[in-house]
């Protein structure tokens, strides 16, 4: 949601990142740069593989993660996966890459910057995106197993300050990042599996897709909420789960701000 009550939304399949007024009309649709999107659209994923394609998204891996900053004037969309000309499919159609891009849109200018991600297993993908403060955020990475068989459903908090911009980059390898591109930093900030929390098992979600901050408990603690999603199948209960995380844990949270509705 923009300052003004406006919302931003991103949409994997184009990818596209646009802005709707409250009542759904679209605004605007914000640049995303070329090199994200497929050569060859297709309606089915395997007609969007190499060697129909050799650049752009991976089908249904696009921009799945959008972020705006406190202060609502740059926004960060985060592909799942690395795209096709950043190594991210083996020959024979395998994900094999680690570095996903973020693309930073200012609001006002439309200015672009990319950033790099690095995934910690080619086998994962990235789900979500949730700003902390200008530089801080936290990202969402799953493996795409359920239940028993989860290996992987983690919190990373990221900081982009020193990372390199990318944008004049046209292929990124698949692994190892040259001298001189510098990722974004990362480190776990929490870990879903971990026994305390009681949620590893057979009901475990495979699709653990959304983060959001919820209004500071009464003793100051900051809620997170991670969600999952079912698919719009109904018998498979929709999940949320709620955490409340000490400030000393994200000491530079800075909560959104909004501007007053003009009367």
Known sequence: VGPT??????????PDVSEFDAKGKRLRRLPV??????????????????????????????????????????????????????????????????????LEIDTESLKTRELVYPLTSAGHGVCEILAVNESQFLVL??????????????VYLIDISDATDVSKVDALPSGKLPAEVKPVSKKLFLDLLDPKWGLAGKELPEKIEGLA???????????????????????RPLRIFAFAISRSALPGYKPQTFKKADK
């Open 5 to 14: 009550g406006t919302v931003f939304l991103s949409d994997e399949y184009g």
């Open 213 to 235: 901050f919820g209004p500071s408990l009464r003793d100051g603690r900051i809620v997170l909420l991670v969600t999952a999603d079912n698919d719009f199948i109904p018998e």
């Open 33 to 102: 740069p070329e090199r994200f999107r497929p050569e060859k659209p297709a309606r089915s994923a395997d007609k969007e593989m190499p060697p129909r394609n050799n650049r752009g998204r991976q089908p249904n891996r696009g921009l799945e993660g959008l972020a705006i900053s406190p202060d609502g004037k740059k926004l960060y969309a985060i592909l799942q996966s690395p795209l096709i000309q950043d190594g991210g499919l083996s020959k024979e159609g395998k994900r094999v890459g680690l570095n996903c891009r973020i």
């Open 141 to 154: 990475e799953r493996d795409s197993l359920g239940g028993k068989d989860a290996r992987a459903k983690r």
